[in-house]
């Protein structure tokens, strides 16, 4: 059995033929030539705003306590791993004395000292990961609904400005001052 092949292109060439009979009637209608040029008009450009994002959030008073509460955690934790460090490495240099001062030799005492200090290494190790990943956390559980405020003031100071668009500042690889709108954002964070 045969097919037939339609040819695509058929039905849009007697579409743009019927546009094209249709604006040249309009034109006689209207007393337009078909060889008078076009009126040319500039598109209009978007209205684009930059916003420092991280920089509100830092500098806002919110940001502020989120910041302080971040940090006196650190401090907490910080404080304790580094004693728990301490306290290694003060077993640890007790123990290179011992071998030593026995020129290399071990005991299986001192054998079961280090096996024991290289247990407690690797624990203190795994600590400060979870706790590295405990501070993101805490960081991202305090920022989130910060940066969430950003966003809708920044869209309510667009909407109101006529901003089509609201990059975020550390996107962009330059701008003008003109259209940076993170002081706004800021000054209307703050006075929450």
């Known amino acids: 059995m045969t097919q037939i092949q339609r040819n695509p292109w058929k039905g849009a060439a007697l579409i743009l033929t019927g546009a094209l009979v249709g604006c040249v009637a309009g034109a006689a209608v209207t007393g337009v030539h078909a060889d008078a040029p076009a009126p040319v008009s500039?598109?209009?450009?978007?209205?684009?705003?930059?916003?420092?994002?991280?920089?509100v959030v830092d500098r806002s008073d919110d940001?502020?306590?989120a910041r302080g509460e971040v940090k006196r955690l650190f401090d907490?934790?910080?404080?304790?791993?580094?004693?728990?460090?301490?306290?290694?490495?003060?077993?640890?240099?007790?123990?290179?004395?011992e071998i030593e001062k026995r020129k290399g030799k071990t005991t299986p005492a001192l054998e079961k000292r280090l096996?024991?200090?290289?247990?407690?290494?690797?624990?203190?190790?795994?600590?400060?990961?979870?706790?590295d990943k405990e501070l993101e956390r805490k960081q991202d559980?305090?920022?989130?609904?910060?940066?969430?405020?950003?966003?809708t003031i920044a869209s309510q100071i667009a909407a109101k400005d006529g901003y089509e668009v609201v990059v975020d500042k550390a996107a962009t690889a330059y701008s003008v001052k003109s259209i940076d709108?993170?002081?706004?954002?800021?000054?209307?964070?703050?006075a929450k």
């Open 76 to 97: 907490q934790q910080q404080a304790e791993l580094e004693k728990q460090q301490e306290a290694l490495t003060k077993e640890k240099a007790s123990m290179d004395a």
């Open 63 to 65: 940001g502020k306590r």
């Open 115 to 131: 096996d024991e200090w290289d247990r407690k290494n690797e624990e203190l190790k795994e600590t400060f990961t979870k706790f």
């Open 181 to 190: 709108i993170t002081m706004a954002v800021l000054t209307a964070m703050n």
């Open 42 to 55: 500039a598109p209009a450009k978007p209205m684009v705003a930059v916003l420092d994002i991280k920089d």
């Open 141 to 151: 559980e305090l920022t989130g609904p910060l940066v969430d405020r950003v966003r």
